[in-house]
Structure formats: structure tokens, C-alpha cells
């Protein structure tokens, strides 16, 4: 699609309700990321004053703007949820093999047709490269005919039992609202989407803050798998708008069954707090503070990649590790590699090649984990700093050089805020117990994982099988388990993201949205003998 369009061809999209644009009048407007970089105050002041109507789209110089989405009114978010609920009443009746198989056969098809200009959507949000093709191969592994044939398993099973025919099948919830988080809207609105796979209709919010690529990845790559599929109008609409009146009012609302939440755990809680008491069901992806375990016979080169991926978009994304607790005896090589390897991470703007780290907006939050951490005892290994787009070290810059801390003891760890708390900045914690008995320093591994706040994604490196063993079988928090593995890597049929704790709320567990948005349901069927009914009717 490109950057560089004229004022008067700027793309502009309206609400999309029962597979219409539906204009309001009223607009926000979507800046390139690289504009951003390079003025942030000339491309924020000239999209407040384009949303205040103070100046025309003819005033933007070239490449600032990407495109326009239209702010829902009340009226329309309104026909939204009506029109999602007349949808899957027709939707949830169409043969389980449309609405799965052939679904994701032909969103997987239409991600790959369009990979090039998703890729650009992304980095026009801000998405390194890297990270953006990453974050496309979840997608595959989510649509991979493995994933299909066990959501299938899951979705619908028949039984024989004497003269019954006994089925146990998932029945979709009914609508199902869709609130992205803003520093992931497109990849989070896409994952949602695929709860319509088991009979529901969709309603998306694209987040004020970045509504452009939601807006139009749905209508243009995601709306036309459904019309090739003969899907009713109203089961994908997309409305953008500011998420507390758009909260309230699907929480209000008399068609609404789930609502799928991504951000901060306090308003997440509240959120889910407030969907049980009117009676709808919260899915919540919340904080992740992800750990990585390196034990002593671990092969720590892989393993010190793994960690590395913590810094990956500058740890602002949720499922990659923002701890790690090494075996006493290989710490310190296993930090000399972190320390190496983080040494090649490099700023940039988001469409360069090679680019892995994002820019931090706020600065603070960092600076006084930082602060903790020191006045806890942890050692400042490398970083610390803030620093310009050309890794020039300077505290007034949009990026944080990746940072390494040291923390020796496991049993107070938790003490410092950066090792307690999901942290969302490139801050890694490298805690390294104190030396004990194998058999008892392992124990405190697995026990201080299970006793984690949250659980999102946890890994091990180690090639001991009982090792291994042990992990595995007494692990209990987490969505999802690596061992020997890139922590990040997304692979079929495994779920992409969910978890357990502060990660999921009280319902929380892995999160295949086809699953998570049904519910199990059982069926006993006995045919009439025929026989029988004849001489009934005689």
C-alpha cells in the first residue's frame, strides 16, 4: 500500500457493519512510524490538529499519513452487535467442515497472498521487520492442517454406546467482542477472528491509537474468506472508537456473549469482574513475565538466544521471557553470551532489515526498576541507558539499550520490582541461585516457577531426560511449556498465546479462540426403530 500517497488519495475507512462502510464524519488519523522517528512532535501536533478539524490532509507533507478510519457513532456500534447476532444464528448451522477446515484453509491461503502487505501494515505500526514475519508465522502454525485436525478433535466427537448415538461437541458462545491491545492491534484482531471458526460472530474494536491496520487487514483480507465461504453480512464488523464507552457498551448489551481482552492486568481484572456479574464470558490476555530456566548440562549457546529474545521489540511484546534463572555453575558463561550476543541488537526504523529493538515511549518506569534493582543488590551486567535510533547513547532518546542485571539468590528475587513484574521494557533479570544440591536446586526451579504471579509462557534448556522429565510433569503454571526451544516460536498444534494467574484471570488457560469462545455440550440420539413407528401409525 506505501506511505507515500498524495493528501487528496489518502485512504480512508469507514466503520464495517454488515459488510458495509458506514462513515461517521468523524476521523482519527494513522502516522507512519518512520515519521514518527524522525519528528514526533511536527507528526503528533498535525494528527491532533487533523482530528480537531484545525487543518486539511493537504497540509501533511508526503509519507507522514498511512490512512483514516471513521469513529464509530453510538447508533452504529450499536447495529454492530445486532447484526453479529442475526449472523451467527444463520452461521452456526453451516457443516463444521466449512466453518473449520475450509475457513482456515483460506484465511492461511489469503495471509500468504497478502504477506507483503501485511508485513507493511505492521512496520507501518511500528513492528520491527523481523518481528513482523514472526508474528505472521503464528498464523500459519495457527491454520497448519495439524491445528485444524485438533480443534476438530476437540470440536466434535461421536460415540456408539449401545443403541445411542452419543456426541460431545463445543457450541459456539453466540458474538464475540474483540478489544486489541494497542501495541499489537492487527496480529491480537486476527487471532480473534478466528473464534468465528466455531460458529460465533465477530465484533472488533480498532484501537484509536492505531486503527488503520485493523480496519483494513479485516475488511480486505479477512471479509472476502467469508464471502468466498457464503458467510452471512454481520459476522466481521470492525468499529473504532475509545475502549471505555466501547466497553461499556458491549458489556451492556443483550447480544454479547464473550468479550476477548488483551492488555494490562488491573483494567483486565476489572474488565473480567464486570463481565461475570453480567453474565458474559471475559477472555482475558493479559501481562506475560515470561521465565527461562538454564540448566547445568544445558547447550547455553541456544539457550543465551532464547533469553536474547527478551529484548526482541524491546520487550514490548508479551510472550517473550522477561527473566531467567541459570544453574549456579554455568552462570557466568551463560552471561558473557547474553551480554555478546544483545551487543548485535541494534535501533532503527521498523522497515530496515536486521532491526530488532523498538522505541520506548516512557522512560521512567525503567529507570526506577533500575533503581530498585540496585538498591536490592542486583549488578548492572551491560546497558542501563537510553540511546538514539544510530545506538548513540543518550538518555533523551526514543530506544533503551538492552539491559543485563545480574541477581544472585532465588528466595528474595521476587523482592525486586523488575524480577515481580511483568516489566515491558528491555530489562533482563538473570537470577542465579545460590549453590545447593542438584536434586534441591532444581526443586526451587520448578517451585518458583508454579509460585509466579503469572503464566503466560515458560522454557527450559537441559538435556538430562529426567531433568526434562520433572519439568514437565510438575510445571502446572503457563499457557504453554518449551523445552529446548526458541522461547517465542509459535508451532502447531500447540495455542499461540493464554495462560494461567494474572496472564488469564480466573478462567485463564491456553487460548485457541475456536475453543475458548464454545462451550461442551452433550448429545444422545435414538433413532426410531422403524418397525415400531409404522405400527404406531397404523
Same mark, same amino acid.
Given at each position: ?7 487528496? /488519495? ?29 519528528? +514526533? ?51 452456526? +448451522? ?52 495439524? *491445528?485444524?485436525?485438533? /480443534?476438530?478433535?476437540?470440536?466434535? /466427537? ?29 496480529? +491480537? ?61 458491549? &458489556? ?13 492486568? *488491573? ?35 541456544? *539457550? ?9 521489540? +524491546? ?72 540511546? /538514539? ?98 522461547? &517465542? *516460536? ?49
Amino acid at each position: 500500500m506505501g506511505t507515500n500517497v498524495e493528501a487528496h /488519495q489518502l485512504p480512508s475507512l469507514g466503520s464495517f457493519v454488515r459488510g458495509k462502510d458506514v462513515e461517521s464524519g468523524s476521523w482519527v488519523y494513522a502516522l507512519s512510524a518512520r515519521a514518527v522517528l524522525d519528528d +514526533s512532535f511536527a507528526s503528533l501536533t498535525l494528527k491532533r490538529n487533523l482530528e480537531a478539524g484545525r487543518v486539511s490532509t493537504a497540509d501533511a507533507p508526503p509519507g507522514v499519513l498511512v490512512g483514516r478510519v471513521s469513529v464509530a457513532e453510538k447508533e452504529t456500534i450499536e447495529d454492530a452487535l445486532a447484526a453479529a447476532a442475526e449472523a451467527t444464528r444463520i452461521w452456526r +448451522s453451516v457443516a463444521l467442515s466449512v466453518r473449520l477446515a475450509d475457513w482456515n484453509r483460506l484465511l492461511r491461503q489469503a495471509v500468504r497472498d497478502n504477506e507483503d502487505e501485511l508485513i507493511e501494515m505492521l512496520t507501518l505500526e511500528g513492528h520491527p521487520l523481523e518481528l513482523a514475519r514472526w508474528e505472521l508465522s503464528g498464523m500459519y502454525e495457527l491454520t497448519r492442517p495439524e *491445528a485444524t485436525e485438533f /480443534q476438530r478433535s476437540q470440536l466434535w /466427537q461421536e460415540f456408539a454406546i449401545g443403541e445411542r448415538r452419543n456426541i460431545v461437541r463445543r457450541q459456539p458462545d453466540g458474538v464475540v467482542c474483540v478489544n486489541p491491545p494497542a501495541n499489537a492491534p492487527l496480529v +491480537s484482531a486476527l487471532l480473534g477472528t478466528t473464534s468465528i471458526a466455531g460458529g460465533n460472530a465477530v465484533v472488533v474494536r480498532a484501537p484509536r491509537t492505531a486503527p488503520f491496520g485493523v480496519s483494513y487487514v479485516l475488511r480486505k483480507i479477512v471479509a472476502p474468506v467469508l464471502d468466498e465461504l457464503g458467510a452471512p453480512p454481520g459476522l466481521l464488523n470492525v468499529v473504532c472508537g475509545h475502549p471505555g464507552p466501547m466497553l461499556d457498551a458491549w &458489556i451492556e448489551s443483550e447480544h454479547v456473549d464473550d468479550i476477548m481482552y488483551f492488555g494490562d492486568v *488491573a483494567p483486565g481484572l476489572k474488565i473480567e469482574r464486570r463481565c461475570v456479574e453480567a453474565g458474559k464470558k471475559p477472555i482475558l490476555e493479559l501481562a506475560g513475565n515470561d521465565i527461562v530456566l538454564v540448566w547445568r548440562d544445558a547447550d547455553l549457546d541456544r *539457550a543465551a538466544d532464547a533469553v536474547v529474545e527478551g529484548f526482541y521489540g +524491546s520487550g514490548q511484546l508479551c510472550m517473550v521471557p522477561n527473566q531467567a534463572v541459570v544453574h549456579p555453575a554455568v552462570a557466568d558463561e551463560l552471561i558473557a553470551l547474553v551480554v555478546a550476543k544483545t551487543a548485535a541488537l541494534k535501533p532503527g526504523y521498523p522497515d530496515e532489515e536486521g532491526v530488532l529493538l523498538s522505541p520506548v515511549l516512557r522512560h521512567d518506569k525503567f529507570n526506577r526498576y533500575l533503581e530498585d534493582a540496585f538498591e536490592k543488590g542486583a549488578t548492572l551486567v551491560t546497558g542501563g541507558h537510553g540511546m /538514539q535510533i544510530d545506538g548513540t547513547r543518550d538518555e533523551a532518546g526514543f530506544f533503551l539499550e538492552p539491559t543485563v542485571l545480574r541477581v544472585d539468590g532465588l528466595t528474595r528475587a521476587r523482592e525486586l520490582k523488575a524480577v515481580r513484574n511483568e516489566t515491558f521494557f528491555p530489562l533482563m533479570p538473570i537470577v542465579v541461585p545460590h549453590a545447593a544440591e542438584d536434586e534441591a536446586l532444581f526443586d526451587s526451579f520448578v517451585e518458583f516457577v508454579n509460585t509466579s504471579p503469572y503464566g503466560l509462557r515458560n522454557s527450559l534448556w537441559a538435556n538430562d531426560e529426567s531433568v526434562i522429565d520433572r519439568f514437565v510433569t510438575q510445571t502446572v503454571k503457563g499457557g504453554l511449556l518449551k523445552v529446548n526451544d526458541s522461547h &517465542i *516460536a509459535f508451532t502447531a498444534p500447540l495455542p499461540s498465546h493464554g495462560g494461567t494467574g494474572l496472564t488469564g484471570g480466573a478462567f485463564g488457560e491456553a487460548n485457541y479462540p475456536v475453543l475458548r469462545t464454545t462451550h461442551v455440550q452433550g448429545v444422545s440420539i435414538i433413532r426410531p426403530v422403524k418397525e415400531e413407528h409404522d405400527a404406531h401409525t397404523r
